[in-house]
């Protein structure tokens, strides 16, 4: 997952980067207000932590600029203001949370974790999709009880649907995600990640296939229990057609 650190302190946005990197997740700095908007511009983010005290913009404009344009990536606020008018504004204004300087590294992992869970309809960080579990914490995936052995970009690809399950996904999304706009390879090689990933969990899952292709539009992952899903495995053929012509992608 990629993050979006808005600070204009270097030895604090450094420090985030590095707790953020020790577990797996990116980041992008932002040093200005302005800066910070032009990149939500041009990439999705997981989350956004965001200081108050910026040299052009303040942190609570940000919020309400973001809001205002529908972007509701959800804001975990870092700030040395510590009064409780501060952190109420925040959360009126649509942070969704608040976490003062000094921190820990575990507060802020856990703090940042928990606002993806939540902006994603999740309260555990193990999301679970028929025999398919995914934890985000851990960035590991079983199916059926059984580990999945993937790759980081599989992982990230995997983790995405899951986490966005029930909505199309274009593969321009898949590549921002994986790359973050810098040096991205064709879109086909979206085709063959999900090609891979489709045998790995089927190998699992007695051929079960979890991630559906939506034509013109991208893939998908559905509740398990979804009735737009059966009727995918029973009746379109087409989408079968193309799940043999990927394998030989590969």
């Not at 052009?56 to 344009?69: K, N, P, V």
């Not at 969704?96 to 000094?102: A, G, L, M, S, V």
């Not at 489709?198 to 991630?211: E, S």
Request: charged share 25%.
């Amino acid at each position: 997952m990629r993050l979006l650190v808005v600070e204009d302190e270097a030895e604090v946005s450094q420090r985030i980067e590095a707790a953020c990197a020790s577990d797996g997740l990116n980041c992008h700095i932002a040093e200005t207000g302005a800066e910070a908007l032009e990149m939500t511009q041009i990439y999705d983010y997981a989350a956004i932590i965001l200081d108050i005290l910026l040299p052009d913009i303040c942190g609570f404009d940000i919020i309400s600029r973001l809001r205002a344009i529908n972007n509701n990536t959800p804001i975990l606020m870092l700030s040395g203001l510590s009064a409780t008018e501060d952190k109420v504004k925040s959360l009126t204004m649509g942070a969704d949370d608040y976490i003062t300087k000094p921190f820990s590294k575990t507060e802020l992992l856990a703090r940042v974790y928990a606002i993806i869970r939540r902006s994603s309809g999740h309260s555990s960080s193990i999301i679970k999709i028929g025999p398919l579990e995914v934890n985000i914490k851990q960035h590991k995936v079983a199916v059926c009880g059984t580990e999945l052995v993937l790759t980081s970009k599989e992982y990230a690809i995997l983790e995405l649907l899951a986490m966005k399950r029930g909505s199309v996904l274009a593969k321009e999304t898949f590549l921002n995600h994986i790359y973050g706009g810098m040096d991205e390879p064709e879109l086909k090689i979206v085709d063959v990640f999900i090609c891979k990933l489709r045998k790995k969990i089927a190998n699992l899952a007695g051929g079960m296939n979890l991630i559906e292709t939506v034509w013109g539009r991208g893939y998908i992952m559905r509740e398990f229990d979804d009735p737009a899903r059966e009727q995918f495995i029973d009746n379109d053929e087409q989408s079968k057609i193309q799940f043999i012509d990927e394998l030989k992608v590969s």
